[in-house]
């Protein structure tokens, strides 16, 4: 079992800028594919495989958001450019024993609580 927790939401203008952070830790992430989702539907957003070279992202963030990850700190970012106040969300990182791009919240075993992106207008 892998525990995550979320940090980096908060308050920003819409076209600003956030980064997010995803810290595990009791297992080492380099085996779980690692994404974002958000609002309680854990709609997709964004995923990474263990390498992290390969990645994908919802048409809604696609060439807006990066997700990365750092396999030595055991950690994932999702970097949020150009917000907009359609953005708003809880955003939660989950992790999937499977090598493999999986946008189904189902597909993931663990998650974060949870950090909450507001994009004023």
């Known amino acids: 079992q892998v525990q995550l927790v979320e940090s980096g939401g908060g308050l920003v203008q819409a076209g600003g800028s956030l980064r997010l952070s995803c810290a595990a830790s009791g297992r080492a992430v380099n085996r779980y594919t690692m994404a974002w989702f958000r609002q309680t539907a854990r709609r997709f957003v964004a995923a990474i495989n263990w390498?992290?070279?390969?990645?994908t992202y919802s048409d809604s963030v696609k060439g807006r958001f990066t997700i990365s990850r750092d396999n030595a700190k055991n950690t994932v970012y999702l970097q949020m450019n150009s917000l907009k106040p359609e953005d708003t969300a809880v955003y939660f990182c989950?992790?999937?024993?499977?090598?493999?791009?999986?946008?189904?919240?189902?597909?993931?075993?663990?998650w974060g609580q949870g950090t909450q992106v507001t994009v004023s207008s």
């Open positions: 390498s992290g070279n390969s990645t």
């Open positions: 989950g992790a999937s024993p499977e090598d493999f791009l999986n946008i189904w919240p189902e597909e993931y075993t663990d």
